[in-house]
């Protein structure tokens, strides 16, 4: 529990959410600024800030949940697709230091889209580089 945190004073029942999915390890809630209706956050109990602070138990519990709500967004909303999107860190759009995952309804015709701007590596070195170092850093 952090008190500066919105998502663990949700937790503590200080700020109201509708919440669609809890178990002891984990909450499930509507977004108040959806994406599209029905966007879901799923966020662990224990207070971390990102995806490098939780345990792999942890992480289960919340993927589990995860899957849970996309199933559910399907069956009770029709979604005809779902995305899920987590980030970890300021620079990567994260607002608050609580992790959690957006489970998103998606429909052909909801009218988002992603600003995927795909890139490409210099050189099949460079690429190659890149693939080392993360290789290299993962056997550490
Ligand atoms: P982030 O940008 O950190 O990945 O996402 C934070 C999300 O939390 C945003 O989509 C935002 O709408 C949602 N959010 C922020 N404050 C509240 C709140 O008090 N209640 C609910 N239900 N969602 C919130
Ligand atoms: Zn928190």
Same mark, same amino acid.
């Given at each position: 529990m ?9 937790l ?5 959410a509708? /919440? $669609?999915? =809890?178990?002891d390890?984990? &909450?499930?809630? &509507?977004?108040i600024? @959806? $994406?599209?209706?029905?966007? /879901?956050?799923?966020?662990?109990k224990?207070?971390?800030? /990102?995806?490098?602070? $939780? ?7 919340? !993927? ?8 559910? &967004? ?5 979604? =005809? ?15 608050? @230091?609580? &992790?959690?995952?957006?489970?998103? @309804?998606?429909?052909?015709d909801d009218?988002?889209? %992603?600003? %995927? ?5 210099d050189? @099949?070195?460079? !690429?190659?580089?890149?693939? =080392?170092?993360?290789?290299?850093? !993962?056997?550490?």
């Amino acid at each position: 529990m952090s008190n500066d945190c919105i998502f663990c004073n949700i937790l503590a029942g200080g700020i109201p959410a509708a /919440t $669609i999915l =809890e178990n002891d390890d984990i &909450l499930a809630f &509507l977004d108040i600024g @959806p $994406i599209v209706k029905g966007h /879901t956050l799923v966020i662990p109990k224990q207070h971390v800030e /990102t995806i490098h602070e $939780i345990s792999t138990e942890q992480l289960n519990a919340v !993927m589990i949940g995860v899957q849970q709500v996309a199933a559910a &967004l399907v069956k009770a909303l029709g979604a =005809e697709g779902v995305n899920i999107t987590q980030a970890n860190g300021a620079v990567a759009g994260q607002v608050v @230091p609580h &992790l959690h995952f957006h489970v998103i @309804p998606r429909y052909a015709d909801d009218g988002h889209h %992603w600003n %995927w701007n795909a890139k490409s590596y210099d050189s @099949p070195e460079e !690429m190659g580089s890149v693939k =080392e170092r993360i290789i290299a850093s !993962m056997g550490a």
